[in-house]
């Protein structure tokens, strides 16, 4: 579209020298050469330049030189008028005019606002200390290079996208870097925290250390930075910080000119602010509500503005862009786009593979893709944004999409004839690189005929299990009839592997996290199901005591509020009776909260001590302060842990009591309470063979005698009615609470999670159990010694640190709306 | 109530999104419950920042869906486990039945409720 001869130039004024203002010249000149006297206001002392590159600029992979996007000679040929250096200040939308921080005026037929965005500063004591940077523009970089040039700590605050790059270069540049994020995950906003898993282990490989979950609550130092200081009290030595914590849109000179202004400079359709004259693109605008921080959606409005101001009036609006994000870490293969909030199976499908560090997870809805994550291999990124922005129905691919583009087309495979196919030198198992011939050999030649053999004498799946189901299949192709199928039973369905295998592999590689195990054990759903996940938050807390963080969204609801939901949605309220005792005074305390909180009924449970149902959820964290008041804690009659030990008179009163069982229940009942274990667990003490505590019939009983104690194990009088077996016999208290404690942490430490202390017992079988038990002092003593650890880190009383405000969002509605008079106008 | 009242809502939609409160304040795969003179409704939380709103009453015995484990865009009731659709309301697998549904949306980290159809009977 030229125009036509002899119409005078109009004239073009352009705020802002950055990404946007660039492409939109670029793409108006295209379209018309000769339509405007273009006159471009920089802030910044330089040409136009690609600023997603200062990245590499930093890591030392390009210079400023390379990432130039118009040089001199570009603005010489487009006669392009630009004002380097020069800052506007106001806008006088009347007189039609510009006016720069030096005082110049620039007149405009019309305005383009390109102004783009503001990094924020977090207003901590400290913030504005010489050395406190933020990452924006060449300068910033400047700042930065200039500060690893002299070495030394470098703290980066913020874990996103701008925060990890900064890092990754200040490291290439040899200063020793940490990054404090406030999140618990790494670029929460593009990643799942599966890929934050792994995201976070690559970065720390480069030997970036990475705080999540911090809070800095000052920057330290005398003339210019010297610290960092966390809201946990921790200081990180730093010469150089870098705060790349969020960027806010530049609308100052907008409002002041009286232009419609929310979080950004508001647009319509064809870019158009709420002046007619002037337009505004990139980052500082908002349209139809939202503000973007990438490229892409920028160059998607350059086009739609250019054709406006070319005067085209043909061309179609700007209606919103999908997004998509590449981490800029060499190294580091990681693509996001859409919308990949949590799916479940129907709607997801993900892939991982633990030995090649690749997680992939494709998110549908209605048959279409709306999500992407992908990291380690990130070759079909460019494909799934593409059916994503197309909203491609891929329900015919669906059984393939996952393995990428190079995978279409061919038939649908069953995994067994999937598996058959392959080739000899296929690899089946990727940790140990053991090939499909290997495996059928082995099974032929050495008559294997189970995964446990296969696995023993190949190493095929015996590291991170991914591969499981492939063995099966191989074992079942192999020896057809012949082959019995496992009996092994998947934790759930959402993984190949057994509960001790999950057991035994967090462990051996020592993970840590939920997304850690699910990531490394090959998971096929991103975040587990109401199975796996309690299941794992039990194991990972069992494996490491006081250093796993419990994830209280993975805990049935009694668990997470530490009271027991009843049929109406009130709760339970049982306080210990160490043993069945109590005192006036307890009972004092309890027949007053029931009175103050209405408390509909108190009950005698079936376990020696009171229940007060019908507590309001609100109630709680009241209830228990007081009942805590008269020196009561919580019974953890919800636990997956120790309940109740039961007692009888014993010695100090009966006439046939032989020891003192109701004190030793006591010390028993003190020294086990707290830890959580697979199942509930409950003991009783009898004082003699009599046997009136009923402790043949608990988890594990005590039954005293003349010479001492006999310890019982593996009762029940539930839905299976069980006697106990016995354990054995010792002579003191200290030797009986020394074995069950350990007994307790054997089955801590072995049970399947849901599994009571019998099944256990029954599937481990008793000599095996005395024989680590009883027989093996120095056995027992280690398993008595990490139950004492676990302990330490488990044993306050849960109703206290909630009495005092923990987790006090739980028990408090978000909100409470009570009606209000409507239509007051019409009154 | 008159007809005309009850109409209100529907003829300025709009004007009755109510700010319940920040998103922060829903432990992520959690909830919390919004009450009303009429009902309580659970709004939920997932993994990735969806926020969904059921009445907070399960369609098998009423119970308080918003005690459940949230997985995926699912509940698991803490009464019997069932297992209810966020979206939708509806029991998933072989459980038949409908929990009310209500709409909801996140704005600038801030839950807004629609008491317009919240209010509804
Ligand atoms: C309150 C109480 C009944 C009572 O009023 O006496 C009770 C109440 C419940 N029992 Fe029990 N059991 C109570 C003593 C028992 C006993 C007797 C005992 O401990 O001496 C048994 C048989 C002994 C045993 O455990 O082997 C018992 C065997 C069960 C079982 C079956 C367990 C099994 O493995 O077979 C369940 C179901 C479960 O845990 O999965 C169960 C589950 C329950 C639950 C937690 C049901 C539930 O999931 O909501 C009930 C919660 C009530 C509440 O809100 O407090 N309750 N329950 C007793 C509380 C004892 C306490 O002080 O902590
Ligand atoms: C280090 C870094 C890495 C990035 N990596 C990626 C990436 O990998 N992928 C991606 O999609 N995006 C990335 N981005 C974001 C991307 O660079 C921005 O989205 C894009 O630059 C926005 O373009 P813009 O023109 O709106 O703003 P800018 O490019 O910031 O341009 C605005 C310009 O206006 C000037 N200015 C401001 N006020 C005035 C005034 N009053 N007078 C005159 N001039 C003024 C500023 O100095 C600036 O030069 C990255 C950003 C940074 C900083
Ligand atoms: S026996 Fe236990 S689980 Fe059954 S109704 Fe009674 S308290 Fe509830
Ligand atoms: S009340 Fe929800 S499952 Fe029974």
Redesign the interface.
Known sequence: MTQAAGSPRRKLVVLGNGMAAGRVLEELFARAPERYDVTVFGAEPRVNYDRIMLSPVLAGDKSFEDIVVHDDAWYRRHAVDLRRGETVVGIDRTARTVRTQAGALEAYDALVIAVGSRPILIPVPGHDLPGVVTFRDLDDVNAMLAASARGGNAVVIGGGLLGLEAAAGLALRGMTTTVIHLMPTLMERQLDPNAAYLLQKAIEKRGIEILTSANTSAILGDGKVEAVRLDDGRTLPADLVVMAVGIRPHVALAKDAGLEVRRGVVVDDFLRTSDPRIFAVGECVEHRGNCYGLVAPLYEMARTLAASLAGDATAAGYTGSALSTKLKVTGVDLFSAGDFSEGDERDEIVLRDPARGVYKRVVLRDNRIVGAVLYGDTADGSWYFDLLKKGTDVASLRDTLIFGQAYQGGGVLDPKAAVAALSDDAEICGCNGVCKGVITRAIVAKGLSSLDDVRAQTKASASCGQCTSKVEALLAATLGEGYAGSARKPLCKCVDLTHEEVRGFILSKALKSLPATMQELGWKTSCGCPTCRPALNYYLLCAWPGEYRDDAQSRFINERVHANIQKDGTFSVVPRMWGGLTTPAELRAIADVAERFKIPTVKVTGGQRIDLLGVRKEDLPAVWAELNAAGMVSGQAYAKGLRTVKTCVGSEWCRFGTQDSTGLGVKLERFLCGSWTPHKVKLAVSGCPRNCAEATVKDFGVVCVESGYDLHIGGAAGLHVRATELLGHVETEEEAIEHIAAAMQLYREQAAYLDRVYKWVEKTGMEKIRAAIVDDPENRRSLFERFKRSQRAVQRDPWAERAAGREANEFTPLAVLTPVRRRMAAE | MSAA?ME?PGEQLDTWW?D??PLQ??????A??????RR?IA?FR?????VFALDNRCPH????LS????????V?C??H?W?IDLETGQATGADKGCTRSFPVKL??GR?YLD?GVA?AP
């Open positions: 009242t209100a109510f319940v409160g304040a829903i432990p992520v795969r959690g919390r419950i919004v009450r009303t003179p309580d709004v997932t993994a990735n920042d969806e015995k009423g119970g308080p005690e459940g484990i949230v997985h995926g865009r699912k698991a803490p009464l486990n297992i704005e600038n839950v008491m209010a």
